[in-house]
């Protein structure tokens, strides 16, 4: 077997996180130099015990480099070479843009809908944050240990933090979307002692898009027409007033049909008032909406049939010719 001069490790692989140290054909000797880069983490083991854990810098492996390995191995008096030892190097780097997803939908509660089933999806980035502990949690003694590994595992916990987060957040199912930030922050917030107790750190966690069943989504849609529809009644009541007057105004035969089927609509008084006020006594015995020359005590267009008596559009109270207020009411004419 051959001596070694230098111990490092060259991360050839993205998502490698841990990495044994292969001493099967090679040993440690004293004075053989540790190189720890930085975004990284290096943690000696000594049939199965942990030991010594070097940061990042370059060392000289001697008694004083690895004191916890000294005593293990009873070095009461000197650096005994060469000596066999586990060696494992941990990226501590962060592991970024990996997805999450809901494999299956979750069931949400909402005071309104009811049970819900919500599909979501984004991202999240994790680092190791104590060597050791993911050591003794989840690699245990493989040669490599990969994010593709704990991968699965990483996302379950996720997704059970986000169905805890929605249901202790009080936001209704209407209104996620709207709070996905702040729901984000609760499920980075609520899941760090899970993820220390690993060994790692949860780094950021981002929900790109909630998704509701479409029959939850048309019934939200729905409720929002509808709601809107209640919140401005009177104004839909003055423009279907409006666009019945433009109608008649094109077409003169149809003034008193509108109206009669402003009466069906519950409209028919604003809108009688309105086209009535608006139907002036003819000048010159000349029927006013089609132009047809009219009797003089004529009531009614004998063309077509439009009233020609003139009402005050407030009262209804038939006026004089040439009135210019209501003698009922007092409305300026």
Known sequence: MSLLDIVQWTEESPNEILHKFDTRKSIVKWGTKLTVREGQVCVFLDKGRLADVFAPGMYTLNTDTLPI?????????????????DIYFVSTRQFVKHKWGTATPVIINDAKLGAVRVRGYGTYSFRV???????RELSGTRRSFTTEDVEDYIRSVLVMGMSDAIGSSNIGIADLLANVIELSAEVLKSMSQRFEKLGLELSSFNIESISLPPEVEKAIDENARLGLLRDNADLYARIARADAMVEAAKNPGMAGSVVGAG??????????????GAIKPADGNKCPVCGATIPPKAKFCPECGSAIKRTCPECGTELAPNAKFCPECGKKL
């Not at 390995?69 to 030892?85: D, G, H, M, N, V």
């Open 69 to 85: 390995l000294t005593a293990l191995l009873s070095w009461a008096y000197a650096f005994e070479s060469p000596f066999k030892s």
């Open 129 to 135: 944050k104590n060597a050791p502990t993911l050591l």
């Open 263 to 276: 009466i069906g609509l519950g409209l028919g008084a604003d809108i009688g008032r309105e086209i009535g």
